[in-house]
């Protein structure tokens, strides 16, 4: 039996046999409106270009796609219980949407409960049909190559990660944040975005921490700046069986500061979504080794 094409949501998906395609049909999904939230414009791309993005629930989960203003939705502290410290959280989506609720949104949410400021990313994935079907149909046959090639690069998602890193410094005292203590969270395809920042980018610099959850483990990283890391990913994640422990062998051979999390379960995806898995723990973790940097 195969589970679901689209792998990093497999545990939501109908089982359908090996050899058939799955009808796309199979798959629901709804319009929804747009956040309701401010939206903190990055200087990536002309204001004044037409704005096409397209919100859509799919399995329960939002997305959002077809992005062409990217920004920063700032999920602050209550009650002026900040610690000065901010995380950017880039959510996954195999560049197709982002994957801006469990891997945006709630992420964010547990963060700010902790006292950190965190920025949820908005970037720009590549563009897909505007219609659902054909949408579904391309993110069938995309993922259902989970974990047997590369994903390829995204530039636009590197460059807006870039300008957030900056917007923030600029204005960090505006947010009361410490210029010296923002760090970085990626997703899948947003792990991916922040490994290029380090490779090509003079924005990683200054990044004081990288969390890289379920990430391409069969990568290699150029050298570059190495802030302390903190990993995550589930034994049966097909990007876990196609690199094994590459990328982390890679990253040790530059720095020892590492936290390294395998587990026993939880797929591909897991985000903030209950898997009934060791994995579900990964938040609780991430924050307390947070805690100590």
């Given at each position: 039996?195969?589970?679901?094409?689209?792998?990093?949501?497999?545990?939501?998906?109908?089982?359908?046999?090996?050899?058939?395609?799955?009808?796309?049909?199979?798959?629901?999904?709804?319009?929804?409106?747009?956040?309701?939230?401010?939206?903190?414009?990055?200087?990536?791309?002309?204001?004044?270009?037409?704005?096409?993005?397209?919100?859509?629930?799919?399995?329960?989960?939002?997305?959002?796609?077809?992005?062409?203003?990217?920004?920063?939705?700032?999920?602050?502290?209550?009650?002026?219980?900040?610690?000065?410290?901010?995380?950017?959280?880039?959510?996954?989506?195999?560049?197709?949407?982002?994957?801006i609720?469990?891997?945006?949104?709630?992420?964010?949410?547990?963060?700010?409960?902790?006292?950190?400021?965190?920025?949820?990313?908005?970037?720009?994935?590549?563009?897909?049909?505007?219609?659902?079907?054909?949408?579904?149909?391309?993110?069938?046959?995309?993922?259902?190559?989970l974990?047997?090639?590369?994903?390829p690069?995204h530039?636009?998602?590197?460059?807006?990660?870039?300008?957030?890193?900056?917007?923030?410094?600029?204005?960090?005292?505006?947010?009361?944040?410490?210029?010296?203590?923002?760090?970085?969270?990626?997703?899948?395809?947003?792990s991916?975005?922040?490994?290029?920042?380090?490779?090509?980018?003079?924005?990683?610099?200054?990044?004081?921490?990288?969390?890289?959850?379920?990430?391409?483990?069969?990568?290699?990283?150029?050298?570059?700046?190495?802030?302390?890391?903190?990993?995550?990913?589930?034994?049966?994640?097909?990007?876990?069986?196609?690199?094994?422990?590459?990328?982390?062998?890679?990253?040790?051979?530059?720095?020892?500061?590492?936290?390294?999390?395998?587990?026993?379960?939880?797929?591909?995806?897991?985000?903030?979504?209950?898997?009934?898995?060791?994995?579900?723990?990964?938040?609780?973790q991430?924050?307390?080794?947070?805690?100590?940097?």
């Amino acid at each position: 039996m195969l589970k679901a094409a689209l792998g990093f949501l497999a545990a939501l998906l109908i089982t359908a046999t090996a050899t058939a395609q799955p009808d796309p049909s199979m798959f629901a999904a709804e319009v929804v409106p747009p956040v309701q939230g401010e939206l903190i414009p990055l200087p990536t791309v002309d204001p004044q270009s037409e704005n096409a993005e397209q919100w859509n629930r799919v399995f329960g989960q939002v997305w959002v796609r077809n992005v062409s203003h990217p920004g920063l939705y700032r999920v602050a502290p209550k009650n002026g219980r900040g610690n000065g410290r901010a995380v950017i959280v880039v959510p996954g989506g195999g560049y197709s949407f982002v994957s801006i609720e469990s891997e945006g949104f709630w992420v964010a949410e547990r963060l700010a409960a902790q006292g950190y400021t965190a920025f949820v990313l908005k970037y720009r994935p590549r563009t897909t049909p505007a219609g659902m079907e054909e949408f579904i149909a391309a993110l069938v046959a995309d993922f259902g190559n989970l974990g047997q090639r590369q994903l390829p690069d995204h530039p636009p998602a590197v460059d807006d990660l870039a300008a957030a890193i900056t917007l923030i410094r600029e204005r960090a005292a505006e947010w009361e944040i410490d210029p010296g203590s923002i760090g970085a969270i990626g997703f899948s395809a947003g792990s991916r975005t922040t490994i290029r920042l380090l490779e090509n980018h003079p924005e990683a610099a200054l990044l004081d921490h990288v969390g890289l959850i379920y990430p391409p483990m069969a990568q290699t990283i150029a050298p570059g700046p190495r802030p302390d890391l903190f990993m995550a990913i589930a034994v049966d994640d097909p990007l876990f069986r196609q690199g094994g422990l590459t990328m982390v062998d890679s990253w040790l051979a530059e720095s020892q500061a590492v936290e390294f999390h395998l587990y026993s379960g939880g797929e591909h995806g897991f985000g903030l979504r209950p898997q009934g898995t060791t994995s579900d723990l990964w938040i609780d973790q991430y924050l307390a080794w947070l805690a100590l940097q």
